[in-house]
C-alpha cells in the first residue's frame, strides 16, 4: 500500500517546513516562514473552506501569508488593508473566497505569537498567471508565501515564486522528484520543423540562442492552449496530427472544418519579431551602435506581436466550447474544430498509463474507467501513430494520449506550466 496516497494538510505542513529553507540557494532573499503548529493552521483552514460549496459551486482562492513581526504587506503588490483584522477561520474564508480572483487575486493573512488574523485582500495582478500558464514572459511574481486552492483536495504552496509543495487527493506531490513530461516537447520537436521553413531568421544573433527558444515558445502554445480549455471547466480534447489528409476521411468526422492559419501566423510573426530584438541586442552586446529608436520600435513590436499569439491562442481554445475536438495540424494551422472521432479500439495494441521516455515506469490501463473523452482519444491513438491528442477533463486535469511501439499511452495529470518556469 502506497502511503504517500493518504496525506492530510498537517503531513504538507511537515514538508513545507523541512524544505523552506533548502529550497534555493544562492543570492535569494526568502521570505519568512510560519511555527508548524500555524502551517499546520493554515493549510488545514484552507483544504477545509476548499471543500464547502457556497450556491452549489467549490470555492477557489489564493492565500497571501506574510509575518506581522515584520510589519510587512505582500510585496510588490497593491493590498486592500482592513481596519479591523479579521479572526481566521473556515466561514471568514468561505466569505471572503468570493471577491478574489484564482488568476488575480489573494486573501492576505497575517501571524504572530498569537495566531492568524484575515488583514485584508490581495492584488497580485495577472502577469504571474499569464506566465505559469504558457501566456507569457514578463511577470511580477509574489515574494510570500502563497497558498492556492483551485478546487476541493488539491493545496498548493509557494514560497515566492517557487513550488514548494501540493497536497492533491491525499497525496503529496513535486517534492521526491521533477515530475517532467516530454509530451508537449515531442508535438513541438515535429511541428517547428516545418514552422522554421516560414519563419525569418536572425543575421547576428547566435542560433543557439533563438533554436531553443523557439522550440520552447511553441510548447507553450500548446501549454496554453491546453491550460485555457482547463480553466474554461467544461473539457475539450485537442488532436494534433502530423499527417493530416488520410487521417481526416478515416478517423475523424469534422462539423466546423476549415483550413485556417490565425495561430499559425501568429506564432511566426512574433518569432520573426523577437529575432529582430534578438539581433539588436547581440548586436548591442558586443559594442555595435544601434540607435535607440531601433531599439524601441523592435521591442514595441515584440511585445506586440507576443500579445497577438496570446489573443489567437485564446480564441483557438474557446472553440473547445463547441461538442467535440479542435484539430490542429502540428504546425498550429487549425483544421477544424467539433469534430467525432469515428475510429474503434484496435484491441492489440496495449493501453498503459506512464510515460514512453521512461520504459518501466508505466502500467496496465482500464480505459473503460475513464470518460467518453479520454476513451475516444484512445480509440483514435490506437489507430495512428501520427496524432497526440490533449484530453482536459471537466474538472481541469489534462492527460496526453498518443501511440508508441504498439502501445497506447495515457499521461495524466500533465503539467501545464510555463517550460521557462519549470519550478512554477
Known amino acids: 500500500m502506497d502511503e504517500n496516497l493518504f496525506k492530510f494538510p498537517s503531513d504538507l505542513a511537515g514538508v513545507v517546513s523541512n524544505r523552506w529553507n533548502k529550497l534555493v540557494g544562492g ?28 450556491e452549489m459551486r467549490f470555492p477557489q482562492f489564493n492565500i497571501i501569508a506574510t509575518s506581522k513581526a515584520s510589519n510587512s504587506k505582500p510585496q510588490f503588490f497593491n ?69 492556492q486552492v483551485d478546487r476541493p483536495g488539491r493545496v498548493k504552496v509557494h514560497q515566492g515564486a517557487y513550488h514548494i509543495g501540493t497536497l492533491e487527493d491525499g497525496a503529496i506531490i513535486g517534492v521526491d522528484k521533477f515530475d517532467f513530461s516530454l509530451f508537449f516537447h515531442r508535438i513541438a520537436g515535429e511541428g517547428i520543423v516545418g514552422l522554421r521553413q516560414l519563419i525569418e531568421y536572425p543575421e547576428y544573433e547566435a542560433p543557439s540562442e ?89 521591442e514595441v513590436n515584440s511585445r506586440d506581436s507576443y500579445d497577438a499569439l496570446v489573443e489567437a491562442t485564446q480564441f483557438v481554445a474557446g472553440l473547445s466550447g463547441c461538442d467535440g475536438a479542435i484539430v490542429l495540424k502540428n504546425d498550429l494551422t487549425l483544421v477544424g474544430f467539433g469534430a467525432e472521432v469515428l475510429s474503434d479500439f484496435d484491441h492489440s495494441v496495449e493501453i498503459v498509463e506512464g510515460k514512453a521516455e521512461i520504459l518501466d515506469d508505466y502500467r496496465d490501463c482500464d480505459i473503460r474507467q475513464f470518460g467518453m473523452r479520454h476513451r475516444s482519444a484512445a480509440k483514435l491513438a490506437s489507430r495512428t501513430t501520427n496524432t497526440q491528442i490533449i484530453a482536459v477533463s471537466q474538472d481541469g486535469p489534462i492527460s496526453g494520449i498518443y501511440k508508441k511501439d504498439n502501445r497506447v499511452f495515457v499521461e495524466n495529470g500533465i503539467s501545464v506550466v510555463n517550460q521557462n518556469l519549470p519550478w512554477a
Not at 535569494?28 to 483552514?45: A, H, K
Not at 488574523?117 to 506566465?131: P, Y
Not at 490565425?262 to 539581433?279: K, S
Open 210 to 298: 533563438f533554436v531553443g527558444f523557439e522550440l520552447i515558445a511553441l510548447v507553450n502554445t500548446y501549454i496554453a492552449l491546453a491550460a485555457e480549455i482547463s480553466s474554461k471547466k467544461h473539457g475539450g480534447m485537442i488532436a494534433i496530427v502530423s499527417e493530416f489528409d488520410d487521417l481526416v476521411e478515416e478517423h475523424f468526422q469534422i462539423k466546423y472544418s476549415c483550413d485556417s492559419t490565425i495561430l499559425r501566423d501568429a506564432f511566426v510573426e512574433f518569432m520573426n519579431a523577437r529575432h529582430v530584438q534578438g539581433d539588436f541586442t547581440a548586436l548591442c552586446d558586443d559594442g555595435h551602435d544601434v540607435p535607440d529608436s531601433e531599439l524601441w520600435k523592435a
Open 27 to 54: 543570492d535569494y532573499s526568502r521570505p519568512p516562514c510560519p511555527p508548524l503548529d500555524l502551517l499546520r493552521q493554515l493549510f488545514e483552514v484552507s483544504y477545509l473552506a476548499a471543500n464547502c460549496p457556497e
Open 79 to 147: 493590498s486592500v488593508k482592513f481596519d479591523e483584522p479579521r479572526p481566521f477561520t473556515v466561514q471568514e474564508i468561505r466569505r471572503l473566497a468570493p471577491t478574489v480572483d484564482i488568476a488575480k487575486s489573494s486573501i492576505w493573512v497575517a501571524w504572530d505569537e498569537g495566531g492568524w488574523t484575515v488583514e485584508g485582500v490581495t492584488d497580485l495582478g495577472t502577469s504571474w498567471h499569464r506566465a505559469k500558464s504558457g501566456l507569457g514572459y514578463r511577470y511580477q511574481a509574489p515574494a510570500d508565501l502563497l497558498v
